[in-house]
């Protein structure tokens, strides 16, 4: 599991050189600090199948992300950067902006995104449910 958490005293920077998650990992974002939560990623972002995003606001429960009690538009409060691929497994859930600048987005079936998606490389969205919410970040080139 992978837990991330908003900054009180600035942003919830983070910063990795490539993610891998497992197939059935849980994402834990905890928004209940003053500002965002950004993650930034020189290589790959691979989630595997079944992912299960769980949004806390109060920083005490999460709640999945399709739950009535979480605003969407919480999600623009979320960034993903990647500077290589972002592969999203079948039936995962996904909360944020994701940004790939150089490489391709591939999003398997039956997958739910919140959020929003640009891929210079090109993107592959096979069989899922966007929702989409403007994001809070536009990235320069």
């Known amino acids: 599991n992978l ?5 009180a005293d600035g942003h919830g920077n983070y910063y990795f050189d490539s993610i891998s ?23 790959n972002i691979a989630v595997g199948d079944n992912l299960n995003v769980l949004i806390s606001t109060d920083g005490v429960t999460y709640l999945p ?11 623009a409060r979320v960034y993903w950067e990647s500077h290589s691929e972002f592969d999203l497994g079948a ?15 591939q999003v398997r079936n039956g997958s739910y995104l919140i959020g929003s998606y640009y891929s210079k490389g090109g993107h592959d969205i096979i069989a899922s449910t966007v929702v989409h919410v403007a994001p809070n970040y536009f990235a320069e080139d």
């Open 3 to 7: 837990y991330l958490n908003a900054g």
């Open 21 to 43: 998650l497992g197939n059935g990992t849980a994402l834990y974002l905890d928004l209940s600090g003053t500002y965002d939560i950004r993650i930034f990623v020189v290589g």
């Open 65 to 75: 992300i399709k739950d009535p009690l979480i605003d969407p538009q919480t999600a």
């Open 91 to 105: 039936a995962s859930n996904w909360f944020g902006s994701v940004y790939t600048p150089s490489g391709n987005l």
